[in-house]
C-alpha cells in the first residue's frame, strides 16, 4: 500500500516557477513508476509527466515539454515536478500518482495509476 501527501504549488505569476513534491509512505514506493496530471475547472484530468521507478526515463506532455522537470529521490520516497516559465493555462489541481510496483514503467491514463495524492491547487497570473 503507497500513500501519497502532496506539498508545493500555490499562486505564482506568469513567467516564475514552482516545484511540487510527492512524499510517499510505503516501502515499495521506490519501485513505482510515478505520474503526475493536473485538472482544470470544467476539464478532464490531463497527463503532465510521468518517471519510471529508477529516474532513468521521463516523459512529458507536449505542453510543459521543455518547461518541466520531473525526478525523484527514492531515499526519501519523494518524487518532485519542476515547471519553469508557467503560463496562465497552467492553473489546474496537480495531482501526484503511483502506478503498482508490478509496472515499472509510467504511463500518459490517469486509470493505469492505482494511487493519488490529495491534489494541490496551482494558479498563474498573467
Known amino acids: 500500500q503507497v500513500q501519497l501527501v502532496q506539498s508545493g504549488g500555490g499562486l505564482v505569476q506568469a513567467g516564475g516557477s514552482l516545484r511540487l513534491s510527492c512524499a510517499a509512505s510505503g516501502h515499495t514506493f521506490s519501485k513505482c513508476a510515478v505520474g503526475w496530471f493536473r485538472q482544470a475547472p470544467g476539464k478532464e484530468r490531463e497527463f503532465v509527466a510521468t518517471?519510471?521507478?529508477?529516474?532513468?526515463?521521463?516523459y512529458y506532455a507536449d505542453s510543459v515539454k521543455g518547461r518541466a522537470a520531473i525526478y525523484r529521490d527514492n531515499a526519501k520516497n519523494t518524487v518532485y515536478l519542476q515547471i519553469n516559465n508557467l503560463k496562465p493555462e497552467d492553473t489546474a489541481v496537480y495531482y501526484c500518482?503511483?502506478?503498482?510496483?508490478?509496472?515499472?514503467?509510467?504511463?500518459?491514463?490517469?486509470?493505469?495509476?492505482?494511487?493519488w495524492g490529495q491534489g494541490t491547487q496551482v494558479t498563474v497570473s498573467s
Open positions: 518517471i519510471n521507478w529508477s529516474g532513468g526515463i521521463t
Open positions: 500518482a503511483a502506478r503498482s510496483e508490478t509496472y515499472s514503467s509510467g504511463t500518459s491514463f490517469p486509470y493505469e495509476y492505482g494511487y
